[in-house]
């Protein structure tokens, strides 16, 4: 059985301390931090509501991905969905008047 040997990763051998800098300096898009702790808001498309959720119908274990909104009461599965760091979620929470413990 042969060993595969590694290779030394083009941002170490142009001296870069992280892959995030290299890939700025090369001017390619930088990846999100793997550590960094995103989260996911569900919004109605019609009204903006985040008030949401799923709407249980159909044979259990199948998922029907329909969503209904509280507030307009839209039902359908073209719900948008936004992504946040976890600064941009608790200055929305402050936004929305819910109390970050």
Known sequence: MAKSKLATPDWIKEGYDSPQEYAKAKGKPSKKKSDEKTFKIRKCPKCKSDNVA??????????AREW??????????????????????????????????
């Open 54 to 63: 799923v709407v249980l119908t159909g044979e259990e274990g199948k998922g």
């Open 68 to 101: 209904e909104c509280k507030k307009c009461k839209w039902t359908g599965k073209n719900i948008q969905e936004e992504e946040l760091t976890e600064d941009e979620f608790i200055k929305y929470l402050d936004n929305k008047g819910e109390e970050v413990a």
